[in-house]
């Protein structure tokens, strides 16, 4: 059993909110070496890395596996979260085929989004164990809170997740985070009136806030004051000593230079009492080009299907997953085919859209799985 004391340098779990336009891409953007996932297209207009826009809530697994097994950066930073969560009430609506998240009955469709996303937040904390900080950023929305021991009701900032007051989105991603961070507009309250009566707001100051207080939600256990500028330099010491616990190996290129030198160096090595090769002569080298050509077999090549091979008419949120594991449309075909949903020359366009946000989207793991089955047993081609 070990016994530690101090400080534990390591990554970060953050969460920025605040009202549209407040700037929480970005100050996000300058975190260490930050990726971004965009779900809502917000990043178009700045230079910053970023992975394709999931169209799925499976796809958007996937983008963090990739993450995990490929460490592309420092900082992974999902802009944003309330939006990522539309992809999982998707998700969890086409795998019952729901119309509505509220159709289930009882609260039963709030119970499996909790469940899917808090195994959303445990593959985020697997990125923050080997050292890769994960910010979340998330629109705000007022609400009415009453406290259960007083008297009356006031509004208050809140994260804009989970619209219903049985889910518990917003509380799983809050406990969650190490620091939750409220991003607002500072405004001065101004008499226009000698009486005082009227009055109107002054001011506009970007303010960042990093404690609990009455009117917002926030959070950090790193000792930050209630408030301060919005500025990433007011939080920059926090990530400056952190190390990655496992980083990803990195295999060292070597330049054409390197590589030079290092074929000399070889040749310098080389016995130099070795007996010299006997050249050929030019009527040997025409003998065995010749014979090289007549016993040379077409090179074959097998590549993975293109992009643009897919049929525009698949919906978007298969055509990335087909995409992303090489999958084709003929596979599709085959194990749907095998299945017995539909004949096998069905088109996939002309499947049913629940089928394929239900089966095909929603059970993707399960679909790849028996196209992985049906190459072991018939190669295509």
């Given at each position: 059993m070990n016994i530690t004391k101090g400080k534990v340098a390591k990554a970060q779990k953050v969460v920025l909110y605040g009202p549209e336009g407040i700037g929480k891409s970005s100050l996000s953007a300058q975190f260490p070496d930050p990726v971004f996932i965009d779900t809502e297209g917000s990043t178009s207009n700045m230079d910053v890395a970023r992975m394709d826009k999931p169209t799925s809530w499976t796809f958007l697994n996937q983008q963090i596996d990739f993450f995990k097994q490929n460490c592309p950066g420092e900082t992974l930073v999902?802009?944003?979260?309330?939006?990522?969560?539309?992809?999982?009430?998707?998700?969890?609506?086409?795998?019952?085929?729901?119309?509505?998240?509220?159709?289930?009955?009882?609260?039963?469709?709030?119970?499996q989004l909790e469940e899917e996303f808090g195994k959303f937040l445990n593959k985020l904390s697997d990125l923050v164990e080997i050292g890769i900080n994960v910010v979340l950023t998330a629109h705000a929305k007022i609400t009415k809170f009453e406290q259960p021991d007083e008297m009356g009701a006031y509004d208050r900032w809140e994260l804009k997740l989970g619209n219903k007051t049985t889910?518990?989105?917003?509380?799983?991603?809050?406990?969650?985070?190490?620091?939750?961070?409220?991003?607002?507009?500072?405004?001065?309250?101004?008499?226009?009136?000698?009486?005082?009566?009227?009055?109107?707001?002054?001011?506009?100051v970007r303010t960042m806030y990093a404690n609990h207080h009455p009117a917002w939600d926030a959070k950090n256990r790193h000792d930050l004051p209630d408030e301060f500028p919005m500025d990433y330099a007011q939080i920059a010491h926090i990530f400056a000593n952190n190390v990655p616990t496992n980083p990803a190996p990195t295999q060292p290129m070597s330049s054409p230079s390197a590589s030079n030198e290092q074929m000399t160096h070889t040749q310098q090595q080389s016995p130099v009492n070795e007996p010299a090769m006997q050249q050929p002569s030019h009527q040997e080298i025409e003998q065995t080009q010749s014979t090289q050509e007549e016993n040379k077999q077409p090179e074959v090549t097998q590549e993975a299907p293109a992009a643009n091979e897919l049929n525009p008419a698949i919906p978007q949120s298969l055509r990335d997953l087909m995409q992303q594991n090489h999958v084709t449309e003929t596979e599709i075909q085959a194990v749907v085919s095998e299945k017995g949903y539909y004949p096998l020359d069905t088109p996939i366009e002309n499947y049913d859209p629940s089928f394929i946000d239900g089966v095909l989207v929603g059970a993707w793991q399960q679909v790849f799985t028996m196209i992985q089955d049906f190459r072991n047993k018939v190669p295509f081609k």
């Open positions: 999902i802009d944003t979260i309330d939006w990522a969560e539309r992809l999982a009430i998707d998700f969890v609506t086409s795998r019952a085929s729901k119309q509505s998240i509220t159709s289930f009955g009882y609260g039963e469709g709030f119970i889910a518990k989105t917003a509380a799983l991603t809050k406990e969650w985070a190490d620091m939750v961070l409220f991003m607002n507009y500072k405004t001065f309250s101004v008499a226009t009136d000698d009486k005082g009566r009227k009055h109107k707001g002054q001011g506009g």
